[in-house]
């Protein structure tokens, strides 16, 4: 699966209005664009040196000029995650960039940790949302809030929960890059796990809920956060929450639950909630091989 996109797909993406997506997609390192920036993620520096090289032969093939390059180690353990460093381009010029997804705009931040800010193999679902044009949203290990911010230009009103204040406050940022108001939007900083059974005994209902955690964190408390062990616990509180024809998504990056171990589960805890669903997903992006992105899919409560 080495290989570069073409030139036509970039004009594409340039034309839908599109500057964060990916360049190129290896075994061992991948390229993604990050408006004029552009990030290499690698496994070894061998890896990094060769996607460097290739994205400058790309660069002379397409016309595309980045600004600057950064590059990211991708570690096996999450505790040995760093931020992306310079690899060229100005030292000077501030960390932050805004990109855009179909016109709607995101902040980068490459000073901010190991992640910049957008996941780009979660375009296609927030597409999705857009058209779903939810009326109550629940984004759930919500990041910076991107669903949210999707669901909000299509009129819902949303409910934005991470561990972490400082991604809620850049979710805000989003809102505000993009028009959106926040009357109507709550953002709250505490455990999704704590906060979806009080969503419940309060009686809140949702017509989508975004379903999209870490493979592995700590919560509250040092509670240990296991996507493969827990996911069906999160989904069996998402389903009591979820207002009749409610929509789900369903989202891992975890290697042990595949697209046909992620079906087998949701369709066991429909089963165990006696309730009728349809699943479906979104069809491959055009930048991400086969295997490359996050596993997804979509859960449609009869
Ligand atoms: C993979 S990111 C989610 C990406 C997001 N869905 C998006 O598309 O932008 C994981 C997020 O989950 C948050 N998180 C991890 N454990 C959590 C928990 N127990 N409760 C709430 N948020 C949690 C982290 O702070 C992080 O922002």
Known sequence: MN????????????DA????HRLFTSPHAWVERLG????????????????????????VQTGFQSARVFSRFLPKQNAERVAPVLVAGDPAAPLESV???CGIRYGIDFGAGYSAGLFIDQRANRACVRQLAPGRTLNTFAYTCSFSVVAALAGSKTLSIDLS????DRGRKNFELNGLPLEGHRF????VLEVLPRLERRGEKFDLIILDPPTFSLGNRGRRWKVEEQMEDLLRLALELSAPGASLLVSTNCTKLNRPALERMVRF??????LGGDISSEPQLPDFPDGA????LWLRIR
């Open 3 to 14: 290989r570069w996109i073409s030139s036509e797909l970039l004009a594409q993406f340039d």
């Open 36 to 59: 004029c920036d552009v990030l290499i993620s690698f496994k070894h520096d061998a890896a990094r040196d060769e996607a460097l090289a290739g994205l400058r032969e790309w660069e």
């Open 293 to 296: 992105g996050a596993e997804t």
């Open 188 to 191: 709250l900083a505490d455990d």
């Open 165 to 168: 204040k400082k991604s809620l």
């Open 269 to 274: 805890v429909l089963k165990t909630a006696r």
């Open 99 to 101: 990109v855009t997804e």
């Open 17 to 20: 209005g599109t500057s964060a």
